[in-house]
């Protein structure tokens, strides 16, 4: 009993073969064969047990697991597979990579993966982009050198992804680094001729140290793969930098970066050594005249996003009227909704995409010469091929207003409307959406927005209700101070059936996004009577039906109630409530 219970009847795997390929079908009979025999012994040695025979049942069942893991189908799934499931597991979500050093913690998604089991090691290791994509707070680095050292050694041959910061444990930024920080930023600059992407969150005065300047007089070759750059530079540059319209040191780096063509800088100044005329996508905070210079030095630029910033003066500098022609996309974000109207200088033939937006405090009395400088704007630009219009409240007062600057821009198919109450969404506006056929024949010639095909409206009243301006009282519509329901409808339905124009068939919509945050606190009509009542009972079938016949529908109906703490302090209690959702 003891010499038979002192046999194992299978052998153990040597452990290096779980990184050779999986093993042939011959080689799986075989090993089932192995697995079947020394199962059998097991169930025998059930029915008598003493201490030796449990201890070496005991080795079968985990040799029995490492036979089983050896053989498994899963390892028939080859290793480039693996890299692409890895991938999609790293980077499938906004904001995430393969390694994230903040003040407290390190993520380090990659790392853990390679540590599951050889398999999963050797496919992770054997994919160098899955290392390539680092968020690195150089602010407290007493820990990451090896980190980093590691990832950079095992991303070589893959181009480098780059998030750098320096910010203490409140996020605020710091003046200086540790040598230890600027150990690691020396092992970052060295493999600069791998980078493709890199982002800065540092003080000026980090980015214009010395010694960046003394390391890239070491380098000798050019960031040649380097597509896209991006500084917030965490605060205001200094005066003396601003007397001596210089740039900081590391910007050096960009003279040898020939394929740069996406640039992002917080602020912006048009002295800044950089390459603008290689330019293709720019995002800044721009003073005015920087603001002007960007279309004049960046002449082959394709998108724009603006903040405009530190409007000294309403009028405009004296300058001619600028035309850029390659311009495709512009994003126009307001400091400040008083300063003069940069836009009426510009002319963009080639403009498909606009956008504007104003700041959060924003006044009301501003919104008549916003709607005006816009209108002049799209008059200038109707004969353009502009595709999108997204626009923020503020730019209109009324339905009148609006409706005035759609008709205007008739190649429109993606409209996004927002604003912090009804104020140009009452039942004039989507009955001017509305598509009616003349009474004689199908000419509807002036048809609004004949190619229409997307609409997303958003109406939040949490954003500055009673802070923006003192509530004016809507205009009543069978009882509400919103538009009706059935006005929506009558639209969607109309926007659904396709007439003919001057110019052809008008388009179909196809998706209607309606997205509304109503304040609870009314006297002058039931939020839950226009929500529940009319979009959820009267009109929830109707919508139903448009939605199975293909429109894209998402409604989203909810309300909140502020609390008041003085007259000049407003603060949204956490009591939203849902009504609709569609």
């Not at 409808?489 to 998706?511: F, I």
């Not at 199975?548 to 008041?564: A, P, V, W, Y």
């Amino acid at each position: 009993m003891c010499a038979y219970s002192d046999h194992i009847p299978l052998p153990p795997i040597d452990i290096s073969r779980f990184g050779e390929p999986c093993p042939s079908d011959p080689e799986v009979r075989q090993i089932r064969q192995q697995i079947e025999y020394a199962e059998h012994h097991l169930n025998q040695d059930d029915q008598e047990m003493d201490l030796v025979v449990e201890k070496r049942n005991d080795v079968i069942r985990r040799r029995l697991k490492d036979y089983y893991a050896f053989i498994s189908p899963i390892r028939k799934v080859p290793f480039e597979l693996w890299s692409e499931i890895f991938a999609l597991a790293i980077f499938s979500l906004p904001g995430c990579c393969s390694l994230q050093i903040t003040y407290e913690d390190i993520t380090a998604p990659v790392l853990e993966l390679s540590h599951v089991c050889s398999l999963w090691r050797a496919a992770a290791i054997s994919t160098p982009v899955l290392w390539s994509n680092m968020d690195v707070n150089l602010a407290d680095v007493t820990r990451i050198e090896k980190i980093v050292h590691l990832y950079l050694r095992r991303s070589e041959g893959s181009l480098l992804q780059l998030k750098l910061c320096a910010l203490d444990d409140f996020d605020n930024g710091i003046e200086a680094l540790t040598p230890c920080g600027w150990h690691v930023f020396e092992m970052l600059l060295e493999v600069s001729n791998r980078w493709s992407h890199a982002a800065f969150e540092f003080w000026w005065e980090l980015l214009d140290d010395k010694k960046i300047e003394d390391k890239l007089k070491t380098l000798s070759w050019n960031c040649e793969f380097l597509q896209s750059f991006n500084v917030d530079f965490n605060g205001d540059i200094p005066e003396n930098a601003e007397d001596a319209a210089q740039s900081p040191r590391l910007f050096q780096l960009l003279k040898r970066a020939p394929r740069l063509q996406i640039l992002g800088l917080a602020p912006l100044r048009k002295w800044f050594l950089l390459p603008f005329a290689q330019l293709q996508d720019l995002a800044s905070i721009s003073r005015v005249d920087d603001v002007l210079s960007c279309f004049t030095m960046c002449s082959n630029l394709q998108k724009l996003d603006l903040v405009i910033i530190n409007f000294s003066r309403r009028t405009l500098p004296d300058t001619r009227r600028i035309e850029h022609t390659k311009l495709r996309s512009l994003t126009w974000r307001l400091h400040s909704s008083h300063g003069p109207d940069i836009h009426s200088l510009l002319f963009l033939p080639s403009l498909t995409e606009l956008a504007f937006s104003t700041p959060v405090d924003y006044k009301l009395q501003d919104a008549p010469r916003l709607c005006s400088s816009i209108q002049d704007f799209l008059r200038t630009h109707s004969k353009c091929q502009l595709k999108s219009l997204k626009l923020g409240a503020g730019f209109y007062i009324s339905d009148e207003d609006l409706l005035q600057m759609l008709s205007l821009i008739p190649t429109i198919t993606h409209l996004e409307l927002s604003s912090c109450e009804f104020r140009g969404f009452m039942p004039p506006f989507f009955k001017g959406l509305t598509l009616r056929i003349a009474d004689t024949g199908n000419d509807s010639a002036g048809i609004l927005l004949p190619r229409l095909t997307n609409l997303h409206i958003s109406i939040d009243e949490r954003i500055g209700y009673g802070i923006l301006w003192k509530p004016i009282p809507l205009q009543w519509s069978n009882g509400f101070p919103f538009p009706h329901p059935n006005d929506i409808l009558s639209m969607l339905e109309s926007r659904r059936k396709s007439v003919e124009d001057s110019q052809g068939q008008t388009s179909l919509l196809e998706s209607f996004n309606l997205e509304v945050y109503l304040n609870r606190v009314r006297d002058d009509c039931s939020v839950k009577d226009w929500t529940t009542v009319w979009f959820g009972q009267k009109l929830g079938s109707h919508l139903k039906t448009l939605a199975t016949e293909g429109l894209k529908l998402k409604l989203r109906i909810s309300s909140f109630k502020f609390e008041r703490n003085n007259e000049n302090d407003i603060n949204v209690v956490t009591d939203e409530e849902d009504h609709i959702m569609f």
